[in-house]
């Protein structure tokens, strides 16, 4: 089973999350970012529960994936020009502290 947590504001998030914990259906949680100071990896720590992050590990010992944004962003540019004869593009930049770019990668 899948389950996905959306949500347009942080404190949202931290309820739809704490929500599917308490159903006790999910176990394991896949974090599609990597934001410091992040109430969701707050609470999956308060309540034991398992998580890995896609993105740049917050401290020691924490289990990650990461990729290469840059290479990610220029493959899919040259697809794009490629494949669709795109010409103009738009670049659109995530949230200051989420450490999507802060490194390079």
Excluded: C
Excluded at 5 to 29: H, K, P
Excluded at 45 to 67: I, M, T
């Amino acid at each position: 089973m899948l389950s996905v947590a959306i949500a347009t504001t942080s404190d949202e998030l931290v309820q739809n999350v704490a929500s599917l914990i308490s159903q006790g259906l999910i176990r394991y949680f896949i974090l599609l970012y990597s934001k410091r100071d992040d109430p969701v990896i707050a609470l999956l720590k308060q309540q034991d529960v398992r998580y890995v992050l896609v993105g740049d590990p917050n401290e020691d010992g924490e289990a990650y994936v990461n990729n290469d944004n840059h290479l990610a962003g220029e493959r899919v540019g040259d697809y794009l020009i490629d494949k669709f004869d795109v010409h103009r593009t738009l670049f659109v930049e995530s949230e200051p502290n989420w450490d999507l770019s802060a490194n390079g990668g």
